[in-house]
């Protein structure tokens, strides 16, 4: 009913405002982690993170896809009021989060050695980021559900209890960081258990609320069923995010195996700083683009075409202007920002100085392309969302395998931002043009599905 009654406006920031949030408070204990990491244990610490984190970004990209997924067609089913579908779409997500856990539990278990020496990790490096590995994979269905339940919650049309419960997450870990970390000395494992602890406790709360009298799709035994249909148009509509994670796991693991070849294990480090500062601004365009999904597919569902395509402006405004504001930011206090990890490591400094100049000109165009792969899941296109997802991926690839022949670690740096410049020449057409289309011609809704 708030979706119908309040403007564009209100509904947007109602719901961008709570994820923005959220992701901030996410952010800022990835980068408190690595302030322990970088103060406690130094450089070698911040590479083997590095090094372990494009298997992470899988896990919280699993995590996305069912939220993302799963919340679409609630949101959808909601518009078209037919809540019945829409308490089956939400059991449906929960269920796909224990099957996706339990699988990635045994793969990497299997896995996780070989992950590592592919990115050319060795020694003293390698053990390590197995330490760090290991507690993941034996908690993989918390990392997966950390990123799948707050989602579900913020499309129960509680988009601020789905910020308290990631901002509790967050505060509980910083303190474990601290006791683990600080004052038990149990360096990369101890900053693992203390993520496992506090994304058990989400997984925990979030799904408890769904079982409810205060939830709006309160699950009843009628409900609790695994509907097939559903779960695959779930996976359908989210697999672009999966792609969209799998695609910053992907670069990460291909610049790591780079820097290791053409540098040394310092440009782990400087490439591991420079992740932790653009990491609010990555979070932010995905709070930002997570607000948008649910007001949108909203309105897909009853139809008010104006309504989506002024939301989307409005979203696309927000996010370049702060990408924009975040990229002279670091070019304005590089020294200051990368000091903050590289505590006067005079090497370690240089290298990420230089690599802040080169590698990050063109981020406010990443936090575009994260918000037209949402825009498209959202309006029921996963077709288009997935093309933009992996485009993302596969277009560096050339920049990745030139450059570096060419420039050396300077080749390194420049790859994602020209072929970001590259795949928005692309992107921005095709939004454009969908954005634009008469109503009648809007994807139709999924509430046949069953």
């Known amino acids: 009913m708030q979706l119908q009654e309040h403007s564009i406006g209100k509904n947007f920031w109602r719901f961008a405002i709570p994820s923005m949030v959220a992701m901030l408070v996410n952010g800022m204990y990835q980068i408190i982690d690595g302030l322990f990491v970088g103060h406690y244990i130094g450089y070698e610490g911040l590479a083997a993170i590095n090094l372990a984190w494009p298997v992470i970004g899988i896990l919280t990209g699993i995590g996305v896809l069912i939220g993302m997924g799963a919340g679409t067609l609630m949101s959808i089913f909601r518009g078209e009021q037919n809540r019945h579908q829409a308490r089956h779409a939400l059991f449906s997500g929960i269920v796909l989060t224990v099957i996706a856990g339990l699988l990635m539990t045994g793969l990497l278990s299997i896995t996780r050695t070989w992950l590592m020496t592919q990115q050319g990790a060795e020694g003293h490096l390698l053990a390590m980021g197995e330490v760090y590995l290991r507690v993941f994979s034996t908690g993989a269905i918390f990392t997966i559900a950390a990123g799948a339940m707050p989602m579900l919650v ?21 303190a474990l960081d601290y006791v683990f970390i600080g ?22 709360a979030a799904v408890g609320y769904c079982f409810t009298r205060h939830s709006p799709l309160k699950l009843t035994a009628s409900a609790c069923r695994f509907k097939l249909p559903l779960a695959s148009q779930i996976v359908k509509l989210g697999v672009s995010q999966l792609f969209m994670y799998a695609y910053f796991s992907f670069v990460l693991a291909i610049h790591n195996t780079l820097f290791m070849s053409y540098g040394t294990p310092v440009h782990v480090g400087a490439f591991a700083i420079i992740g932790y500062l653009v990491t609010l601004y990555y979070l932010l365009a995905e709070g930002i683009a997570m607000g948008m999904q649910p007001p949108v597919s909203y309105y897909l569902g009853a139809k008010q075409h104006d309504r989506i395509k002024a939301t989307v402006i409005l979203a696309s405004k927000v996010v370049v202007f702060i990408g924009i504001a975040a990229v002279s930011l670091l070019n304005l206090y590089p020294d200051l920002l990368a000091n903050l990890f590289a505590h006067g490591d005079a090497a370690l400094m ?54 570096p022949k060419m420039l050396g670690i300077d080749g390194i740096w420049l790859a994602m931002p020209l072929s970001n410049i590259a795949l928005a020449m692309i992107v921005i057409p095709m939004m454009w043009h969908d954005l634009h289309r008469k109503p009648a011609v809007v994807a139709q809704s999924t509430c046949t599905a069953s």
């Open 183 to 204: 004052v038990m000395q149990w360096g990369l494992e101890g900053a693992a258990i203390a993520t496992i602890i506090a994304q058990a406790l989400i997984t925990i």
């Open 350 to 403: 240089a290298e990420t100085v230089h690599g802040i100049r080169l590698h990050l000109f063109g981020l406010f165009l990443d936090g575009f392309i994260v918000l037209s792969a949402v825009y498209f899941m959202a309006m029921n296109q996963g077709g288009k969302a997935l093309f933009i997802s992996a485009g993302n991926m596969m277009i560096q690839l050339p920049f990745l395998y030139w450059l």
């Open 154 to 174: 913020r499309n129960l049309d509680r988009p601020n209890l789905a910020t308290g419960l990631m901002a509790t997450g967050a505060v509980l870990n910083i």
